[in-house]
C-alpha cells in the first residue's frame, strides 16, 4: 500500500484550478451586466427622429425556398408608426400603444389583444429604453448589433429574439420567431416628415 503523501506543488496545483470556478458566476453576472449597459449606450445613439424611412423587407418561412420580399415606407411619429407597404401589393398598418390598426377597405381597424405587440414595435423603432428593459435581456451581438431577448409570456411564445443593427443609425432590424420565419428590415436614412400628407391618408 502506497502511503506517500501528495506533494505541495500538487496541492498548489488543486488550489489554483479551483479559483476561476469558485468566482465564474461573479465574472458571468458582470460580463451580462457591462453588455446590458454597452447595448443600453448604443440603442441611446440610434434614437430616430420623426421622419419617413423608406425599408426593403424580405421574410423566410419554412418550407418555402425563397423569401417574401416586400418595400414601402414607415411614417415615425411621436406616439405611432405608420407602415405602408407599396410592392408587391398596396397595405396601410397603424400601430401605436393602443395596438395595430390594419387598413380594411378605407378605413383603419384596431385588431383585438394587438396591445402589446403595438407598443413593441413602438418601442423598437423609438429606442425606448424603459419598455425593452422590462420585457427583454438586452445584449450586444456581433455586426454591431443589439439583441433582444424575450424575458416572458406572451413575446417568448412569439420571438426568439430581436435584432438591432447599425453603426451611426439603425438600419436594420431581424426578428427571430418560435416558429423559425425570419423577418429582416432594412431602413434607409431618414426624410423629411409630411404630416398633412400622413394624416390625410390616416383618416
Known amino acids: 500500500m502506497n502511503n506517500k503523501k501528495p506533494s505541495l506543488l500538487f496541492v498548489l496545483a488543486l488550489l489554483i484550478s479551483s479559483l476561476p470556478v469558485a468566482g465564474m458566476g461573479t465574472v458571468l453576472a458582470q460580463t451580462s451586466q457591462q453588455q446590458a449597459l454597452t447595448a443600453q449606450a448604443q440603442l441611446a445613439l440610434w434614437q430616430l427622429p420623426a421622419g419617413r424611412f423608406e425599408f426593403q423587407q424580405q421574410k423566410w418561412i419554412r418550407g418555402l425556398k425563397r423569401p417574401l420580399q416586400s418595400s414601402g415606407y414607415l411614417q415615425l411619429a411621436q406616439d405611432s408608426v405608420q407602415w405602408v407597404t ?65 424575458l416572458k409570456a406572451p413575446l417568448t411564445g412569439f420571438y426568439r ?43
Open 161 to 203: 429574439y430581436i435584432a438591432l443593427c447599425g453603426k451611426e443609425r439603425l438600419q436594420q432590424i431581424e426578428l427571430l420567431e418560435v416558429s423559425g420565419n425570419r423577418s429582416e428590415i432594412k431602413l434607409s436614412p431618414p426624410q423629411a416628415a409630411n404630416t398633412n400628407q400622413v394624416a390625410g391618408k390616416t383618416q
Open 86 to 150: 407599396e410592392k408587391p401589393v398596396q397595405q396601410q398598418v397603424l400601430l401605436n400603444k393602443q395596438g395595430v390598426q390594419q387598413q380594411l377597405g378605407t378605413e383603419l381597424k384596431l385588431q383585438p389583444g394587438s396591445e402589446l405587440i403595438g407598443q413593441l414595435m413602438l418601442a423598437v423603432m423609438q429606442q425606448d429604453l424603459a419598455f425593452l428593459q422590462q420585457h427583454f435581456v438586452l445584449k450586444t451581438a456581433e455586426d454591431s448589433c443589439v439583441q433582444l431577448q424575450p
